[in-house]
């Protein structure tokens, strides 16, 4: 039996893998690629140069693949990239990227993805992230992996978000927001650390204080931020444990180009 339901209209050229569930009226273009297990609800429009991993469910009235909102746009040939084990809610808008950003709008796998979300064109969306319904990533916003968005939150284009964040209900981000900070707020502030987030990872006590530290440096103790680097950069002398996520924190600030949230 097909697992294709007689009333969806896929073009030829699509690539599906036989187990793929495909629901009521769901429309699949020419050059989209479904994995094995994943599942399409009713109504779902999937188009564009479309890749989408193993064991995905995508609930209805989802729009993956379409043109990216951008008036420069002018029909070429970009791409939408999912990986594998996602959770799509209804109504989300993924958009293919556009040529001068390179084309490419991604997101990993195991993310958590509710109702009404939009990721605009060339984002790109690590792994295991939570995004509450009505969470707007605007073009080129990047997101690490562990990152939990608050519903009705915007985030500004070209805005990075690094890995372990989390980010208050409601929330206009159009700054940088560093790893393992929590943040809320219009104006955006940070609130302290995802110190419940590190604890459910399994981070050690000994890695949690040395990004307290590292907070306190960054944040507590009044320096500028070049300051703080500075300071950043001699923690793991005495918090060997957390020489990685410091690592990672420095790196963040390194790439920063629109300013961190304070």
Known sequence: MSN??????????????????VGPYAVIGSQVVIGAGSSVGPHCVIQGRTTIGQDNRIFQFASLGAEPQDKKYKGEDTELVIGDRNTVREFCTFNRGVPGAGGKTSIGDDN???????IAHDCHVGN???????????????????????GLTGIH???????????GFSSAVSQDVPPFMMVDGNPLAVRGLNLEGL?????????????????????RQ????????????DLPATHPEAAVDIALALAFLDASTRGIAR
């Open 199 to 219: 604890r459910r990872r399994g981070f050690s006590a000994a890695r949690v204080a040395g990004i307290k530290q590292m907070h306190r440096v960054l944040y």
């Open 128 to 150: 295991h992230t939570t995004m509450a319904n009505n969470t707007t990533l605007a073009g080129h916003v990047l997101i690490g992996d562990w990152v939990t968005v608050g």
């Open 4 to 21: 294709i339901h007689p009333t969806a209209i896929v073009e030829a050229g699509a690539r599906i893998d036989p187990s793929v569930t």
């Open 157 to 167: 284009q070209f805005v990075k978000v690094g890995a372990h964040a989390m980010i």
């Open 112 to 118: 958590w993805i509710m109702a009404y979300t939009h």
């Open 222 to 233: 009044g320096l500028t931020l070049e300051a703080a680097r500075t300071a950043m950069a």
